[in-house]
């Protein structure tokens, strides 16, 4: 906890600074009023009134700033959603009582780089109001911001600021120590109620920011700071801005860290790798958050430099994958194709051995017909309403049973192809309307789903049933494929081609996550992707709208599943293992219903 100090001793000590540091030689220094807590443009009586108007003070050449008039609130120094300096940024706070233009001022870093500040013209910073600086100006380039100055000329990674009026030293901060609790895709936030001059010298007074901004990082940049917990972390109950509380174990591995964050919530940079071993990681949640589990990195290069089309547990007969996953593709060179680790062995693919293997349409790991999947490992058709498709069982990734799933995206009985309609009573699997989502997403809404598939005689699908669909019984990445294509479903990127050649933005054909502007995203009528389907026939499974499955691990009792029109990281977070992590989205649902 950051040391209390008045307002009026602060004042105190901020004015015997500002006469040390006056910078115009000959003139008096500002006069303090201890009655007002304020200083007035000139030394003189004590009966004159400072000047109330709202026009900025240059605050060049003569200065009249003072030390804290303007404070440090936030800096994010490590952007997740876009790389390097593009989505760096800083907040300043105007603590004092003059609107600003700053011209003249300097922001130094701990190696001597320097930017000169200066407001646009008639523009003016004004008391309680945060002053947004960002090094990347386009919002679509910098993880989705709006800055009100571009900085090109200090280094963040020094970790150390200081704002400079002339000789006056209006505030520092040094965030060089390993106390500072700075995390990957967060920035460092100021608790609102420390925003002084002594109380943003304190780490225990910042915390990593928890809400998410433009494209998914998590701050505030332009806007008032969110409370830090920090004193109520540890209590063993998540408040508000806790991420979860285990009541500080000891253990930053377990789900919850003693910081009352996540242990995972990117797994690119929370989680381990290891190149060419063809094993990723995600992130999942657990009784106390959310923990690091290994999965297979269908992009990865394994020794033999193809990729990995299912992790393999040999290539050529020569092992490279320890604990080698059941149902991964191998080679046991007998010269049959499709073969299958089983149990740590390469084995010739089987029918009824529980894992789809290649020339297989299912495999349920029984012979009994009437189940969704016949003994010959083919689909059964008929057994499933026109309006939904038969999901077979995969026992290798926990579907045990068969199960009858929307063909589309759920939508309201009065969806039309421009408009998801009002009528929420019931839901219903139809193609070429606007599908039923809501944003943002809560505990409530996803009861309504579960209302709404109860009306129609389903219910909402379960996370194995949705992966298994998406994923073909876990062969795939995508419900396409193993490849990323973003002409495939409705993601951020479909339309990249069209904006850019409307913007005039060359290229555009060959980028990820590209043109980041909700002129070129949109929510599409179902099943308008045509390939945006599989061998079973659901469409839309990524893409679109993210889709809702209720979930007994996920500490908000709900899973986000499939991608959306307008998430970025597409190539990510269209996979079908993906579940997201934060609620203010455009959430769909579709549902299930059992033999």
Not at 267 to 272: I, S
Not at 510 to 537: E, I, K, L
Request: net charge negative; proline share 5%.
């Amino acid at each position: 906890m950051g040391m209390w100090v008045s307002e009026s001793l602060l004042g105190l000590v901020a004015a015997v600074l500002l006469i040390l540091f006056s910078a115009c030689a000959g003139d008096s220094p500002p006069h303090y009023d201890p009655e007002g807590g304020a200083y007035d443009g000139d030394a003189g009586s004590a009966d004159e009134e400072k000047d109330g108007d709202d026009e900025p003070s240059d605050n060049g050449g003569c200065i009249d700033a003072y030390p804290g008039q303007v404070l440090i609130t936030e800096i994010m120094r490590l952007p997740a959603t876009v790389t390097g300096k593009s989505g760096q940024y800083l907040e300043l706070y105007n603590a004092g009582f003059d609107a600003l233009a700053m011209n003249g001022w300097l922001l130094r870093d701990g190696q001597g780089g320097q930017d000169e500040l200066a407001l646009p013209a008639g523009e003016s910073f004004g008391p309680g109001a945060h002053l947004l600086l960002a090094f990347e100006p386009d919002a679509k380039l910098n993880g989705g911001m709006e800055p009100d100055l571009v900085l090109s000329g200090i280094d963040l990674d020094t970790r150390l600021l200081i704002l400079v009026a002339g000789e006056v030293e209006i505030d520092r901060v040094d965030f060089s120590a390993e106390e500072w609790p700075e995390l990957p895709g967060a920035s460092l936030n100021l608790d609102p109620s420390q925003y002084d001059l002594m109380g943003n010298d304190l780490p225990e007074n910042w915390c990593a920011a928890t809400e998410h901004y433009g494209d998914g990082d998590l701050g505030t940049p332009g806007l008032g700071n969110t409370i830090c917990v920090s004193q109520l972390c540890g209590d063993g109950e998540a408040q508000e801005q806790e991420q979860c509380d285990d009541g500080q174990n000891g253990d930053d591995q377990d789900g919850c860290r003693d910081d009352c964050r996540y242990t995972c919530v990117d797994a690119k940079l929370d989680c381990g790798d290891v190149a060419g071993d063809c094993h990723g990681f995600e992130c999942e949640p657990n009784d106390l958050g959310q923990v690091c589990v290994q999965v297979m990195d269908l992009g990865d290069l394994p020794p033999s430099q193809a990729a990995c089309r299912q992790g393999g547990c040999d290539i050529n007969g020569v092992p490279y994958q320890r604990n080698a996953v059941d149902g991964t593709a191998c080679d046991n060179q007998t010269g049959l194709t499709g073969d299958i680790c089983l149990g740590g062995l390469c084995l010739d693919p089987s029918c009824g051995d529980g894992i789809r293997a290649e020339g297989e349409e299912c495999d349920d790991g029984n012979d009994v017909i009437g189940d969704g999947c016949t003994p010959d490992c083919v689909i059964e058709l008929g057994i499933c309403p026109l309006d939904m498709v038969v999901v077979p069982a995969a026992p290798a990734i926990g579907l045990m049973k068969s199960v009858c799933m929307d063909r589309y995206e759920a939508s309201r009985i009065d969806a039309t192809e421009s408009n998801m309609g009002v009528e929420s009573i019931k839901a219903v699997s139809l193609p070429g309307v606007i599908p039923w989502y809501v944003n943002p997403v809560d505990s409530g809404q996803v009861a309504h789903m579960q209302s709404a598939c109860s009306a129609a005689g389903k219910r909402l699908c379960r996370p194995e049933e949705f992966y298994s669909a998406c994923s073909q019984a876990g062969t795939h990445s995508y419900v396409f494929g193993d490849i990323f294509d973003r002409e495939k479903c409705n993601c951020v990127d479909t339309f990249c081609d069209d904006y850019c050649a409307a913007q005039g933005i060359d290229p555009c054909s060959n980028a990820d996550n590209c043109g980041y502007t909700y002129q070129c995203f949109h929510v599409v009528p179902t099943g308008s992707f045509a390939s945006c389907t599989n061998s079973y026939g659901a469409y839309d499974l990524n893409g679109n709208v993210w889709e809702i499955v209720p979930s007994t691990t996920d500490p908000r009792g709900f899973e986000v599943r499939g991608g959306a029109f307008n998430c970025a990281g597409a190539s990510a977070r269209l996979m079908c293992s993906y579940n997201a992590g934060w609620t203010s989205l455009y959430a769909g649902f579709r549902c299930c219903r059992d033999f």
